[in-house]
């Protein structure tokens, strides 16, 4: 929602629960993502069987991707 002056206003979230429920899920998978991620391109004895790596680490990418988004449009949106 924008305001006169052309920014945006923060919406008020009556119930903050379900909020931070939905932060703490993203900063989850945005973990999972990343500590998964450095795991396969700092050890890559740990993977060297692992068929698909590529894709794996691509849709890891994306996860951490979407995540980080997905936060940040939270914390432009919502208060």
Do not use: C, W
Not at 6 to 16: E, I, Q
Not at 49 to 61: A, C, P, Q, R, W
Request: proline share 1%; charged share 35%.
């Amino acid at each position: 929602m924008k305001v006169g002056n052309g920014k945006r206003m923060k919406r008020k979230v009556k119930n903050k629960e379900f909020l931070d429920a939905l932060k703490s899920h993203y900063r989850a998978t945005r973990d999972k993502s990343l500590v998964t991620l450095k795991l396969y391109l700092d050890q890559p004895l740990a993977v060297a069987d692992h068929e698909g790596v590529i894709e794996s680490m691509s849709k890891l990418t994306q996860q951490l991707s979407e995540a980080e988004e997905s936060l940040k449009t939270l914390e432009t949106h919502f208060e």
